[in-house]
T-cell receptor, first 113, second 112 residues
Framework: NAGVTQTPKFRVLKTGQSMTLLCAQDMNHEYMYWYRQDPGMGLRLIHYSVGEGTTAKGEVPDGYNVSRLKKQNFLLGLESAAPSQTSVYFC????????????FGPGTRLTVL | GEDVEQSLFLSVREGDSSVINCTYTDSSSTYLYWYKQEPGAGLQLLTYIFSNMDMKQDQRLTVLLNKKDKHLSLRIADTQTGDSAIYFCAESYGGATNKLIFGTGTLLAVQP
């Protein structure tokens, strides 16, 4: 049982390049989330999904797209990376209940030059 | 909008008690949570409290909830160097979407 995994762990991009971050969970969770973590700002929700085939915008969605084609996977895409997207990205998943323990992946550290 | 606030830094000596404070905004939150983030890792749930409770104790951890003041605190007794981490409080928001609003995080530094 691997829990929540993220690939890659580290990435350096040049401005304007694109990339996709992959999140996978093996806990059969309905809900999945993408956050970014920046110093002094805590975690901010980028996009989330309440089930396979559904996605919704979070607090800071601009510049990102997501897809949830399979229940276990949640992809975060950057179409044209900008230095402001330099951050640590975390994926999380949870059951669909009022008690919302979210299980986090180890994070992806992205630097955009 | 929603805003969960925490102080950024707390330094204590090993063996002392640590108290990390948090203020939240959504009085309808059903659960409030404390997550712990160790260096280079993701967040892990440390403890939680149901909104109709005032206090919850779990070994060295004590959570206090003051709903009137929308204030949440986490007390760690006999703080150890292994407790050094960033601690985030979070409130639930958004009904069926199960979204959490996280605070800015408090870096706890435990001095030997």
């Amino acid at each position: 049982n691997a829990g929540v995994t993220q690939t890659p762990k580290f990435r350096v991009l040049k401005t304007g390049q694109s990339m996709t971050l992959l999140c996978a969970q093996d806990m059969n969770h309905e809900y999945m989330y993408w956050y970014r973590q920046d110093p002094g700002m805590g975690l901010r929700l980028i996009h989330y999904s309440v089930g396979e085939g559904t996605t919704a915008k979070g607090e800071v969605p601009d510049g990102y797209n997501v897809s949830r084609l399979k229940k276990q996977n949640f992809l975060l895409g950057l179409e044209s990376a900008a230095p402001s997207q330099t951050s640590v990205y975390f994926c999380a998943s949870s059951y669909s209940s009022s008690y919302n323990e979210q299980f986090f992946g180890p994070g992806t550290r992205l630097t955009v030059l | 909008g929603e805003d969960v606030e925490q102080s950024l830094f707390l330094s204590v000596r090993e063996g002392d008690s640590s108290v990390i404070n948090c203020t939240y905004t959504d009085s309808s939150s059903t659960y409030l949570y404390w997550y712990k983030q160790e260096p280079g890792a993701g967040l892990q749930l440390l403890t939680y409290i149901f909104s109709n409770m005032d206090m919850k104790q779990d070994q060295r951890l004590t959570v206090l909830l003051n709903k009137k003041d929308k204030h949440l605190s986490l007390r760690i007794a006999d703080t150890q160097t292994g407790d050094s981490a960033i601690y985030f409080c979070a409130e639930s928001y958004g009904g069926a979407t199960n979204k959490l609003i996280f605070g800015t995080g408090t870096l706890l530094a435990v001095q030997p």
